[in-house]
Each structure stands twice: as structure tokens, then as C-alpha cells.
């Protein structure tokens, strides 16, 4: 009886394992759809969906971001194609694209 529990467990965990794969999946397909969409053609998304931060990640910052629309100084906040409100240009967040 104990194996037939062990293994259901073990399948238990697996099945979950693979939901939560598939769900964080999910997510990152839309995200990348919105990324790839034509700016205006989708709703920006909250800064709080992008997850984003006022501060950079390692090197990654919004100023060297695709989507960052700059300020009127390099220092000053700017905005973003993707995410709403105000955005810093040290900042960074989820839907990050490094220029080319």
C-alpha cells in the first residue's frame, strides 16, 4: 500500500509541477506578444504587471531598453511604449529588449 501512495504522490507532483510550467508559460507568451505588438495597437501595461523597479537589474537599464522613450535630459524620467506612468532611466523591468 505504501508504494501505491508514494507513487501517486510522486505523480501528484509531477502533474503540478508541469501546471505551473505550463501557467509560467503562459504568462511569458502574452507578455511577449505585447512586447511584439505595434505600439497603440495594446493598452500599456501597470508598472506593477512589468514588474518594474526604479533601479536597474545587473546591467540592464531602461535607458538601454527599446521601449524607453527618453526625457528631456538624459538624467531626467522618461516613459515607456509598454509600461504606464513614469519611468526612470536607471530603472528596469520584465519586458526589458536591449537596443541593438
Not at 62 to 89: H, N, R, W, Y
Request: aromatic content about 4%; some cysteine.
Amino acid at each position: 500500500m505504501k508504494k501505491r501512495n508514494d507513487r501517486f504522490d510522486a505523480g501528484r507532483r509531477a502533474l503540478i509541477g508541469k501546471g505551473i510550467q505550463v501557467a509560467a508559460m503562459g504568462s511569458v507568451a502574452a507578455l511577449g506578444a505585447l512586447a511584439a505588438s505595434p505600439a497603440g495597437a495594446q493598452a500599456k501595461v501597470s508598472q506593477a504587471t512589468a514588474m518594474y523597479q526604479d533601479k536597474p537589474n545587473g546591467t540592464q537599464r531602461c535607458d538601454a531598453c527599446m521601449q524607453f522613450i527618453p526625457g528631456k535630459t538624459p538624467t531626467s524620467s522618461g516613459t515607456c511604449k509598454l509600461v504606464e506612468g513614469v519611468i526612470s532611466p536607471h530603472g528596469w523591468c520584465g519586458l526589458f529588449v536591449a537596443k541593438v
